[in-house]
Structure formats: C-alpha cells, structure tokens
C-alpha cells in the first residue's frame, strides 16, 4: 500500500484566476474607467474590447508590444491645466461650484451658505471607498442640506465585473436630487463649447449617471437628476462658466448598449488554454492572442481605443468592409469584403441578392454618367499669357 495520501482532485479555476491569466502572472488589473466605459457602449459587439477590459488588460502596452502604439492621449500639459482648473473650481469648500449648480439647475432652492457640507471620502481601496460613498450619499439625502462629493467612488457592474469610477463631484441638494458636475479644460466661448467634445463629456456623464441610480434605487428620497453641470472656463480666461447639460438620451442609449455586452465569463470560456495577453511575450504570440478574440473595428474606434491602428491592418489586411465604416457596412448587409462588394458591382454577385442588384445598377448609371461627360463638349479656356517677369 502507498505511503503517500491520495490526491485532491484539480480545483476549477475561477473567473479571477482565468482573468489574472490573461493579463499575465505580474501585470496588476487596470481599472475601467467612464471614459473607457463609454467608449465600450459605443461599440458592443467587440467581443475583443470586452474581454480585455473586463480582464484589465493594458491595451496600450499591448498595443505597444503588438507594433502598433496608439497614437492619442492628453497631454502632460493639459492634465496639469485641467488639474489645476478643477482644484480652482472647488476651492474653498466648493462654494463656486454649488453656486454654479444652485444657478444653473436649483435656482428656486435655498441658496447654499457656508454651511454646506463637504464629507470625507477617504477609505481603503476601491471597494471601501465606494461603501464610503454610499454612505455619504444616503446622509446627504437625509440631511437635506447642500452637500458636495469630491470625487466619489462608484461602482457599476459592466458584463459580469465590477467597474470603480470616479467623477469630478456629485452635488445632493436640499431636496434628496443628485447632481453629477463634470470639470472640463476646454473652454466655452460665448456661452458655447465644441460640440464634440461636450458630446464625449455628456457620454462619460452618462455611466455615472447609471452608476448612481444603483445605489438611489436602494434610498428612498434619492433621485438621480438627467441634467449634469458642465464645468468649463470662460472664453480665453481661467474663470469658471456653467452649462446643462440633458444626458437623457446618452444614458438610455449607453445602459441598453452595456446590457448587450457579452459576458466576460463567456467570452473567457470560449478561449483555448495558456492563451495570455502578457505584454512579455512575443509579437507573434500577442498577435495569434488577439486574433482568438472576435473584434468589431470601425474608423470611430481609432479615437477611443488602443487596439484600434493593430485591428484597423487587420481588417484591412482581410479585406473587411468594416474598415469603411460603420454606415458602409451597414448598407452592404451580407457582403462582408471589398472584393465582395466590387464583384457585385461588377454584376458577378448572387442575382436574388437585392444589395447586390442595387450595387450592379449603381454601378451601370455611373459608368453611363461618365460616359454622356466624356461625349459633352469641352469649353475652351485660353492660355494664360506667359509671366513677363
């Protein structure tokens, strides 16, 4: 008989060990964002994205080590500016900034006095700040008393795992209604920002938005206001200016575009065994890693993702009509490639097909535009008399 004590059977290995696999043995999880999260509502069905954020994979060291650096990103100058705004905006116990909130969204409530409160946040980790912030919010509305947040901690559960986010502030006021304010470098000028720019602020807005009606559901008098504060200098000076900003539309369309994320468990599952995305390992093995996971690649993508310049040669590279666009890839429905698309064009595509069809007949009136062009006559235009000079 054996000496030695019968074997345990293998353990399953759970979720957070299968994703501390992927990242790597040494790579510590980077943490989502609003901003990343926005970013992954705007784009679902990348399966690709969804894994390496929930994962916490560094997709810009991955990028890195794929070859394929991303090639955006604030500058050190502009998160000192931003930094040093934001620290202007809520001196002195925030009371510019609940003035600003009381003016442009509370105007019939009791103005804030000097008495406002400002709790601590401060706890262990993400987690416990988060039960801190909880808490605070659950005094405020209590309280029923002007009270500012300095950035809070929230969480929010993105495709089966848990997201900490942190906006600038949020403001309670006197009757239970949660404000989300928003502190932006960039300036408004005449009472008007960049359009582009106050749309990727109202999206971010919009996942914390969703992420503080988790915790009002739990409160009763809490409500989470639709209408956020943007924070921004005015004109060309470093003064703080305010708008509304109605993030309605943004919240609904970034909770029904997360809730059609896949889940990060399934997607794990789906992967073969040892696969990582170790930025230690080869480009090749980084590669052959990525290309395991389905990828849905826009040109929108190259704005808001590090992968993006890496999925955007191979989407070329496999001849995908993705590459072209979303609008593009949308009309061509069941054909996938450029060579697809131009054979269709050509009349050689399926005849039932009736995408097909439309692009064959587009393609004969062009040619016979180009050709009535060709047969006009062309005016003549004297020649310019040669330079004196």
């Not at 116990?93 to 409160?117: F, K, Q, S, T």
């Not at 979303?326 to 009309?331: A, D, F, I, K, T």
Request: proline fraction near 8%; include cysteine; charged fraction near 25%.
């Amino acid at each position: 008989m054996s000496s030695y004590p019968p074997s345990s059977p293998a353990q399953p290995t759970t979720l957070r060990q299968r994703l501390a696999g992927l990242r790597g043995p040494a790579v510590p999880p980077r943490p989502l964002d609003a901003r990343a999260l926005a970013a992954l509502a705007a784009n679902p069905g990348c399966g690709r994205r969804a894994l390496l954020d929930g994962a916490g994979v560094d997709k810009n060291a991955l990028a890195t080590a794929l070859g394929s650096p991303a090639a955006f990103g604030q500058s050190q100058f502009a998160i000192v500016r931003g930094n040093s705004f934001e620290a202007k905006v809520k001196g002195d116990g925030g009371a510019e900034l609940l003035r600003l909130v009381h003016a442009h969204l509370d105007a019939a409530a009791e103005p804030p006095g000097a008495g406002a409160l400002v709790p601590d946040l401060t706890a262990a980790g993400p987690e416990g700040r988060a039960a801190r912030t909880a808490l605070a919010l659950r005094e405020a509305t209590s309280a029923k008393d002007w009270t500012l947040l300095d950035h809070p901690m929230l969480a929010l559960e993105v495709a089966g795992t848990p997201a900490y986010l942190e906006p600038d502030g949020v403001v309670v006021h006197p009757d239970g209604r949660w404000t989300v304010v928003e502190i932006k470098s960039f300036p408004m000028i005449d009472a008007a920002a960049d359009a582009a720019k106050v749309g990727a602020a109202a999206r971010q807005a919009a996942v914390y938005v969703l992420a503080l009606e988790r915790i009002a559901g739990k409160l009763a008098g809490a409500e989470v206001g639709h209408t956020v504060l943007l924070v921004c200098p005015k004109d060309f000076s470093n003064l703080p200016t305010a708008a509304p900003v109605d993030i309605r539309r943004e919240r609904s369309v970034t909770r029904r575009q997360l809730d059609r994320l896949t889940r990060v468990e399934e997607l794990a599952a789906a992967l073969p065994e040892g696969l990582s995305f170790d930025p230690e390992r080869t480009a090749e093995e980084l590669a052959e890693a990525v290309s395991a996971v389905d990828a849905a690649y826009a040109p929108e993508c190259l704005a808001a993702c590090e992968l993006a310049f890496h999925c955007r040669e191979r989407a070329r590279a496999a001849d995908e009509v993705t590459a072209l666009g979303r609008s593009v890839r949308g009309e061509l429905g069941a054909l996938t490639t450029v060579e697809e698309a131009l054979a269709a064009a050509a009349g050689a595509g399926c005849a039932e097909d009736p995408t097909a069809a439309a692009l064959h007949r587009a393609a004969r009136l062009r040619a016979e535009a180009l050709e009535q062009a060709a047969a006009l006559p062309r005016p003549h235009v004297p020649e310019s008399p040669e330079c004196p000079c």
